[in-house]
């Protein structure tokens, strides 16, 4: 576990469904909802910082330094997103190549690329299920 938490701001939402403790939250089906986030293209908030059930509430970190469970291999700086169960993974941004040629084609790999939102840096390096440190800053690329 890398150096502890340093929680600036946390907001109290009501939880559509399940929360697990340190997995990545998004916002629910009502206004002062929340839900674990599931995809890299929801709004990610926060943080949870309990475990709870449905319908019940459950803080959220919002703002900060926080624990969250890794669900790959990251280091250190990584810019971080959600997987399919609220863990953090490295978010890969679109790339492409720009083609220089005369006869300009476009294909497939240099078309629109899918843009992600980001719930923020990491501060420790870890691999999957471990707990460590985020730098809570959302944001969408």
């Given at each position: 576990?890398?150096?502890?938490?340093?929680?600036?701001?946390?907001?109290?939402?009501?939880?559509?469904?399940?929360?697990?403790k340190y997995r990545?939250?998004?916002?629910?089906?009502?206004?002062?909802?929340?839900?674990?986030?599931?995809?890299?293209?929801?709004?990610?908030?926060?943080?949870?910082?309990?475990?709870?059930?449905?319908?019940?509430?459950?803080?959220?970190?919002?703002?900060g330094i926080s624990?969250?469970?890794?669900?790959?291999?990251?280091?250190?700086?990584?810019?971080?997103?959600?997987?399919?169960?609220?863990?953090?993974?490295?978010?890969?941004?679109?790339?492409?190549?720009?083609?220089?040629?005369?006869?300009?084609?476009?294909?497939?790999?240099?078309?629109a690329g899918s843009?992600?939102?980001?719930?923020?840096?990491?501060?420790?390096?870890?691999?999957?299920?471990?707990?460590?440190?985020?730098?809570?800053?959302?944001?969408?690329?």
């Open positions: 576990m890398s150096q502890g938490p340093n929680i600036l701001l946390t907001k109290n939402f009501r939880a559509d469904s399940a929360v697990t990545i939250i998004t916002k629910g089906t009502a206004e002062d909802d929340a839900a674990q986030a599931s995809a890299a293209t929801q709004p990610l908030y926060g943080i949870a910082q309990e475990t709870v059930a449905d319908n019940a509430m459950v803080d959220v970190a919002l703002s624990y969250v469970e890794y669900g790959g291999t990251v280091t250190q700086g990584d810019t971080l997103t959600t997987d399919a169960s609220g863990r953090a993974v490295v978010a890969t941004r679109h790339t492409h190549t720009e083609n220089t040629a005369a006869a300009y084609t476009q294909n497939a790999t240099t078309g843009s992600v939102y980001t719930i923020g840096i990491a501060m420790a390096n870890g691999v999957i299920s471990d707990i460590a440190t985020v730098l809570i800053q959302p944001s969408f690329s």
